[in-house]
């Protein structure tokens, strides 16, 4: 998700910085996620490594997984963590690259690389070092990188895609990558630029899960596999962010992978996100299958009349098989009329759903039963009324979930 919910990058990174700088000064305050070692515990890390960890920077966790249960990070690596923040993921990091190896920690929020800077001189690491910069240009020459570590990071990030593409630029051949992050199963599609603390809250920014994994795969990642999946909202304290997580499906994924050789060209790229299934997948989660329904039964029903009248215009005269074509535009008819019944789930409204079965009816009606233009346009007309209500429905729903209200469905 690039900035599409009417934030702009400045608005996004000066509320992740305002989030984040909280979190690293006054951890023991009240947060939409949970912060801390109960956190970092509730997330499976190993008590042993959570006490080697100084509490001052423990404090400070705000991870929304475990990426080491992916395993990318190894001896004498030279790793980068993407998002450290307080620096937890970063030492434990330099622990398992040991002396041979390195760790730089990366962050935008210069409060949270202050804090670790500190924290590092103060505890006499020398293996681990500090860079604050945005994981959208990261400062590092390329393939001079052997794994990445990423905890809750990609989601608070406006380009998500140049973020990918900086990763795999920087990891040498075969170079690893873990990460944790939020995901969701279908995507935010109100406004939200009236309210930017929303995007610092994790699941306007996240991606929906199929979409997540085929970033990486688009940019060349290989060897994907799922770690773990877990209800990290379920822990959140805020019962607004437990309502808004589970109303579009939040949850959190451990994920490794290692880079390919090359980066696929643009075209095979362009290809594989013209994927006509990856392009249906979007329009469902989207709700607007309704749309594609309609669309197709007008196309269908009016541009084969068009067609055909244009061809008779230039001689050529096509025979239609009528109970094909008839059966063709009740098809999708029918089809619009059960994509507009879902929304009810997320609506409880059962208008849209009523007024799309009748619709349908009215154009079956008079493709099969007795034929009246009007009577058949007014059933187009019924359809296209209940797919734009449906998605109104779907909008505010939305919105009221967000806090935004209903003005801006």
């Given at each position: 998700?690039?900035?599409?919910?009417?934030y702009?990058?400045?608005?996004?990174?000066?509320?992740?910085?305002?989030?984040?700088?909280?979190?690293?000064?006054?951890?023991?305050?009240?947060?939409?996620?949970?912060?801390?070692?109960?956190?970092?515990?509730?997330?499976?890390?190993?008590?042993?490594?959570?006490?080697?960890?100084?509490?001052?920077?423990?404090?400070?966790?705000?991870?929304?997984?475990?990426?080491?249960?992916?395993?990318?990070?190894?001896?004498?690596?030279?790793?980068?963590?993407?998002?450290?923040?307080?620096?937890?993921?970063?030492?434990?990091?330099?622990?398992i690259?040991?002396?041979?190896g390195?760790?730089?920690?990366?962050?935008?929020t210069?409060?949270?690389?202050?804090?670790?800077?500190e924290?590092?001189?103060?505890a006499?690491?020398?293996?681990?070092?500090?860079?604050?910069?945005?994981?959208?240009?990261?400062?590092?020459?390329?393939?001079s990188?052997?794994?990445?570590?990423?905890?809750?990071?990609?989601?608070?990030?406006?380009?998500?895609?140049?973020?990918?593409?900086?990763?795999?630029r920087?990891?040498?051949?075969?170079?690893?990558?873990?990460?944790?992050?939020?995901?969701?199963?279908?995507p935010?599609?109100?406004?939200?630029?009236?309210?930017?603390?929303?995007?610092?809250?994790?699941?306007?920014?996240?991606t929906?899960?199929?979409?997540?994994?085929?970033?990486?795969?688009?940019?060349?990642?290989?060897?994907?596999?799922?770690?773990?999946?877990?209800?990290?909202?379920?822990?959140s304290?805020?019962?607004q962010?437990?309502?808004?997580a589970?109303?579009?499906?939040?949850?959190s994924?451990?994920?490794?992978?290692?880079?390919?050789?090359?980066?696929?060209?643009?075209?095979?790229?362009?290809?594989?996100?013209?994927?006509?299934?990856?392009?249906?997948?979007?329009?469902?989660?989207?709700?607007?299958?309704?749309?594609?329904?309609?669309?197709?039964?007008?196309?269908?029903?009016?541009?084969?009349?068009?067609?055909?009248?244009?061809?008779?215009?230039?001689?050529?005269?096509?025979?239609?098989?009528?109970?094909i074509?008839?059966?063709?535009?009740?098809?999708?008819?029918?089809?619009?009329?059960?994509?507009?019944?879902?929304?009810?789930?997320?609506?409880?409204?059962?208008?849209?759903?009523?007024?799309?079965t009748?619709?349908?009816?009215?154009?079956?009606?008079?493709?099969f039963?007795?034929?009246?233009?009007?009577?058949?346009?007014?059933?187009?007309?019924?359809?296209a009324?209940?797919?734009?209500?449906?998605?109104?429905?779907?909008?505010?729903?939305?919105?009221?979930?967000?806090?935004?209200?209903?003005?801006?469905?």
């Amino acid at each position: 998700m690039v900035a599409i919910l009417g934030y702009s990058r400045e608005q996004i990174f000066t509320a992740v910085k305002a989030m984040y700088t909280a979190v690293a000064s006054a951890p023991s305050a009240d947060f939409h996620f949970p912060v801390g070692r109960t956190a970092a515990e509730t997330l499976g890390y190993p008590r042993e490594r959570l006490d080697a960890l100084p509490r001052t920077q423990l404090d400070s966790f705000a991870g929304v997984g475990c990426p080491f249960n992916a395993g990318a990070v190894r001896p004498g690596d030279i790793t980068l963590d993407i998002g450290a923040g307080a620096g937890n993921d970063a030492v434990i990091a330099g622990e398992i690259v040991g002396p041979d190896g390195h760790v730089v920690a990366l962050d935008l929020t210069p409060a949270m690389a202050r804090k670790l800077h500190e924290t590092l001189a103060d505890a006499g690491i020398a293996n681990v070092s500090t860079l604050q910069a945005s994981a959208e240009r990261l400062p590092l020459a390329d393939g001079s990188i052997d794994s990445i570590t990423s905890n809750g990071v990609l989601n608070l990030v406006p380009d998500k895609r140049r973020a990918v593409a900086e990763m795999f630029r920087v990891l040498r051949p075969d170079g690893r990558l873990q990460i944790a992050d939020v995901v969701i199963d279908r995507p935010v599609s109100v406004d939200c630029h009236t309210d930017p603390r929303l995007w610092v809250e994790c699941v306007v920014g996240a991606t929906v899960e199929e979409d997540f994994l085929d970033m990486f795969r688009d940019a060349g990642f290989q060897d994907l596999r799922t770690v773990r999946t877990l209800d990290y909202f379920a822990h959140s304290p805020s019962a607004q962010t437990r309502e808004v997580a589970a109303s579009f499906g939040a949850r959190s994924v451990e994920v490794g992978m290692r880079r390919g050789a090359h980066a696929p060209g643009p075209l095979l790229q362009w290809l594989r996100r013209s994927d006509p299934r990856r392009i249906a997948a979007s329009i469902w989660r989207r709700g607007f299958l309704g749309v594609a329904g309609l669309g197709l039964a007008l196309l269908t029903c009016y541009g084969t009349l068009i067609g055909t009248g244009l061809l008779a215009m230039a001689g050529v005269r096509l025979a239609l098989n009528q109970n094909i074509w008839a059966g063709a535009i009740a098809l999708f008819a029918v089809l619009t009329a059960t994509a507009v019944a879902p929304g009810i789930r997320l609506h409880h409204h059962y208008g849209p759903t009523a007024l799309a079965t009748a619709g349908a009816a009215i154009v079956c009606f008079a493709l099969f039963v007795h034929y009246v233009f009007v009577v058949e346009l007014s059933g187009f007309a019924a359809l296209a009324a209940a797919v734009w209500w449906d998605i109104r429905l779907r909008r505010w729903a939305e919105a009221r979930v967000l806090g935004l209200g209903p003005t801006t469905s």
